[in-house]
């Protein structure tokens, strides 16, 4: 069965820390990784990982992808209230199928 | 820039009642999906389709159907709710995977928050 693990499930951090959230899958045919970002409607796109070892970086979130152990992380540096979210991870296990995480919810307090 | 409509945003349904969700897309998409959103189980696809015509069931699909006649449109309906159908659902879109490369990405509506009683 294919399934995708997110931890921590929440996660409370003040203003400047540095948080790491987890993904890790078993799925068959793996395709590509995302990580959405999910405040209080749609999620929105943040990287999308197809290949290992290569980080994607936008701003002070970064991402990595580790094909061989199956997980990746999601790095906020220097965090903000306005990072404050839910964080999804969903992979592309066959074509055109997306089996998402239950997320982590990240609270940043000032 | 409208990208993905959801209509409504808010439903409140009694049991054995029937409804359509509306969803549409102006980016001609390819791949249109419908999710469910239940606290701690994540996000869990209902059906999707990957061209007019062309539906098929994900992980959830007992109580809803779909239809896909147009690129732009892909409803979902309940035929007679339950209350195990209360959730938030979202519609995504995006083009259908031919493999990796940044057309994979999905773009998700706004939502639609319905209750069964």
């Known amino acids: 069965e294919d399934k995708v693990v997110q931890s921590p499930l929440s996660l409370v951090v003040h203003e400047g820390d540095t948080v790491t959230l987890n993904c890790s899958y078993e799925v068959t045919n793996f395709r590509s990784l995302l990580w959405y970002k999910q405040e209080k409607k749609a999620p929105t796109f943040l990287f999308m990982l197809?290949?290992?070892?290569i980080e994607k970086k936008s701003g002070r979130l970064s991402s990595i992808l580790d094909k061989k152990e199956l997980f990746s992380i999601l790095n906020i540096t220097a965090t903000q209230t306005g990072d404050s979210a839910i964080y999804l991870c969903a992979v592309e296990a066959r074509r055109n199928q997306f089996y998402f995480g239950t997320g982590t919810s990240l609270t940043v307090i000032p | 820039n409208a990208g993905v409509t959801q209509t409504p945003k808010f439903q409140v349904l009694k049991t054995g009642q029937s409804m359509t969700l509306q969803c549409a897309q102006d980016?001609?998409?390819?791949?249109m999906s419908w999710y469910r959103q239940d606290p701690g189980m994540g996000l869990r696809l209902i059906h999707y389709s990957v061209g007019a015509g062309i539906t098929d069931q994900g992980e959830v699909p007992n109580g809803y159907n779909v239809s896909r006649s147009t690129t732009e449109d892909f409803p979902l309906r309940l035929l007679s709710a339950a209350p195990s159908q209360t959730s938030v659902y979202f519609c995504a879109s995006s083009y259908a995977s031919g493999g990796a490369g940044a057309k994979n990405i999905q773009y998700f509506g706004a939502g639609t928050r319905l209750s069964v009683l």
């Open positions: 197809t290949s290992s070892g």
């Open positions: 980016m001609n998409h390819e791949y």
